[in-house]
């Protein structure tokens, strides 16, 4: 049938996903928070020889990555407002708060 939708169940694969023991882990999830983690520990041993506080420095990176990572999901979520309502996807549907419904579903 022309159209029609497979029901075989969708298992993650390669390049976006890799595989831990048994479970999937999402690589873009992964290099960000190793790059994040890096970009720190560079930052700071470079503060140190530069006569700044790592400690300081290190946590002023931290704050201002997890500011950011805040900030890009609310504009993601600004800018395709539009897309999730037409899906039934806004925060104040019901079917927005359920995990068994939507996005969080697991099957």
Excluded: Q
């Excluded at 020889?49 to 931290?62: H, Q």
């Excluded at 925060?91 to 939507?102: E, I, M, N, Q, Y």
């Amino acid at each position: 049938m022309i159209g029609a939708r497979s029901h075989a169940a969708v298992v993650p694969s390669f390049p976006r996903f890799f595989r831990i023991g048994r479970y999937w882990v999402s690589a873009y999830k992964v290099f960000l928070c190793v790059s994040i983690y890096s970009g720190i520990l560079v930052s700071a041993a470079v503060a140190d020889r530069s006569g700044i506080s790592p400690l300081r420095l290190g946590i002023g990176l931290l704050a201002c990555a997890i500011l950011a990572l805040i900030g890009a999901r609310a504009y993601h979520l600004a800018v395709n407002f539009a897309a999730y309502c037409r899906v039934g996807l806004s925060p104040w549907s019901r079917r927005a708060r359920t995990k068994t419904d939507g996005v969080c579903s697991a099957a």
